[in-house]
């Protein structure tokens, strides 16, 4: 079989989100199907390091698709000719992104689709792009992938899309993330913190992500008792160019809280580890990576109740609501207060995230793209 797949995110100098999806499925399809010819579509010049097989060909096509206007254009006619240049008998978009205009049979991963119930989180031109094509990528498809049941369900419903062209297959999270020494721990703390203890935060500084509230819940914390050692470490960059000027802090909370920007897979391994609570409160999520990166360092969770969050973190977190300050607040003061509790929540994330592997994800897109692109009588 000859697999098209989309690659436009796999970008050397930054792996965001998609990228890391692509790069860990697509990675594993190739190493673990040297039988099947990969041709892989990238939309600018591609480091080597991605093509990760002698069965891959990998292909540059112009335009770069960053803007609405170009997404179009190198979908539907860039895409288009290149299937059937290469004579492809599938496409796999680990992005969602399909091809209209062609007749190849497609399979596109949906992660979520926060843009139709939170559009003002988003610019308007990619809002309005993503609310007017990602219906008529859904119908499009051949069979649709998911992350989790919560998303499935959302899409299904939105799209009017049957529950079987569905098909859901859980993240997973890398080997790098692992519980680390209580020595560690402390070199992380005077590295971070000023040798105190710290919670966490790790994502995009997205509106989605919350750490508006989340701050805000962490300053009535530390205003409920100005002796509370903990201070809090926010691990991410900017999407869509809105200036950290936009999240409120008080002049007295800025020196508890501290922005690392991006951080390398080690470095935020080990930040993770050595964290005493992950708080985690977006309001919508289509799965949430970081809560498994955190149960596999037994770091605690504090997590949001909404969209997916539970169907991934289970048994294995505390609970809030992301929308309510004080509740966010009551449940960092109960989390931070109770060592009892962090210990019985780490225990149940280790053991918890063994539910969770890229090597399962693969398997199970695997036999999705194998029950689509192979002839029914193979």
């Excluded at 890391?20 to 600018?44: A, C, G, M, Q, S």
């Excluded at 989605?208 to 991410?236: C, H, T, W």
Aim: net charge negative; glycine share 6%; aromatic share 12%.
């Amino acid at each position: 079989m000859r697999i098209a797949v989309n690659t436009r995110f796999l970008l050397a100098s930054k792996m965001e989100g998609f990228g890391w999806y692509t790069y860990e499925i697509v990675k594993r399809l190739v190493e673990n199907h040297p039988e099947h010819e990969f041709i892989f579509f990238f939309d600018r010049a591609y480091d080597p390091k991605f093509v990760f097989g002698e069965n891959v060909t990998p292909v540059v096509l112009s335009p770069q698709a960053r803007h609405p206007i170009l997404f179009k254009i190198w979908f539907d006619v860039s895409v288009r000719k290149a299937l059937k240049k290469y004579k492809v008998d599938l496409f796999f978009s680990p992005d969602g992104f399909l091809s209209l205009k062609s007749n190849v049979k497609q399979v596109g991963v949906i992660h979520d689709i926060n843009f139709e119930h939170n559009p003002e989180d988003l610019p308007k031109g990619a809002r309005n792009y993503l609310q007017k094509y990602f219906p008529k990528f859904a119908r499009k498809a051949d069979h649709l992938l998911t992350v989790s049941e919560y998303s499935k369900q959302d899409i299904c419903k939105t799209y009017n899309i049957p529950e079987d062209k569905v098909t859901v297959s859980w993240n997973g999270a890398s080997n790098e993330f692992h519980p680390i020494t209580e020595s560690q721990k402390l070199e992380l703390q005077e590295k971070y913190s000023g040798g105190n203890p710290y919670l966490l935060f790790v994502g995009a500084l997205h509106p989605r992500k919350n750490v508006q509230r989340l701050i805000q819940a962490f300053g009535q914390m530390k205003q409920s008792d100005p002796e509370n050692p903990y201070k809090l470490i926010i691990v991410g960059e900017e999407l869509f160019s809105k200036p950290l000027s936009t999240i409120t802090i008080s002049d007295k909370l800025r020196e508890d809280i501290h922005f690392t920007g991006h951080l390398n897979l080690e470095e935020l391994a080990l930040l993770m580890g050595g964290a005493s609570v992950f708080t985690f409160v977006p309001y919508f999520e289509g799965f949430g990576i970081p809560l498994v990166e955190a149960m596999r360092c037994g770091t605690p969770i504090l997590a949001g109740n909404k969209t997916s969050l539970p169907e991934v973190a289970g048994d294995a977190a505390l609970y809030c609501d992301p929308f309510n300050v004080d509740d966010i607040s009551e449940k960092l003061i109960e989390i931070c207060g109770n060592t009892e509790l962090r210990t019985e929540l780490s225990q149940k994330g280790l053991e918890r995230s063994q539910l969770f592997s890229w090597d399962k994800s693969a398997e199970n897109v695997w036999k999705v793209l194998e029950g689509i692109g192979l002839p029914k009588n193979d």
